[in-house]
């Protein structure tokens, strides 16, 4: 099994900053694609920022030139930069990773972290 710890999570006002983490542990092989997404009331959950194993990434437009993902393959995290939060980036941000797992034979898991409140007060 493969557990995602979130942390970071917290309350701050319109324009402020926060940084998310999120780390892996358990019985990984190697990750691949790994994401933020966030659900806030009413809402479906969405896609915030996706990083591949090469570094490639992408972001909604409601977070470009705001957000910066990034990840350490050699500790198995992965941050969220968030910069000038507004009172709609106000949500639950999960952390989600695909997770290649296995020894002799090699095969990918797709797993969530528990989630972190992110609170913007205008």
């Known amino acids: 099994q493969v557990q995602l710890v979130e942390s970071g999570g917290g309350s701050v006002q319109a324009g402020g900053s926060l940084r998310l983490s999120c780390a892996a542990s358990?019985?990984?092989?190697?990750?691949?694609?790994m994401g933020w997404y966030r659900q806030a009331p009413g809402k479906q959950r969405e896609l915030v920022a996706a990083?591949?194993?090469?570094?490639?990434?992408n972001y909604a437009d409601s977070v470009k030139g705001r957000f910066t993902v990034s990840r350490d393959d050699t500790k198995n995290t992965m941050a969220l930069q968030m910069n000038s939060l507004k009172p709609e980036d106000t949500a639950v941000y999960y952390c989600?990773?695909?997770?290649?797992?296995?020894?002799?034979?090699?095969?990918?898991?797709?797993?969530w972290g528990q989630g972190t409140q992110v609170t913007v007060s205008s």
């Open positions: 358990g019985s990984i092989f190697s990750l691949n694609t």
């Open positions: 989600n990773a695909r997770v290649i797992q296995g020894s002799r034979y090699l095969y990918e898991n797709d797993y």
């Open positions: 990083i591949t194993r090469g570094g490639g990434t």
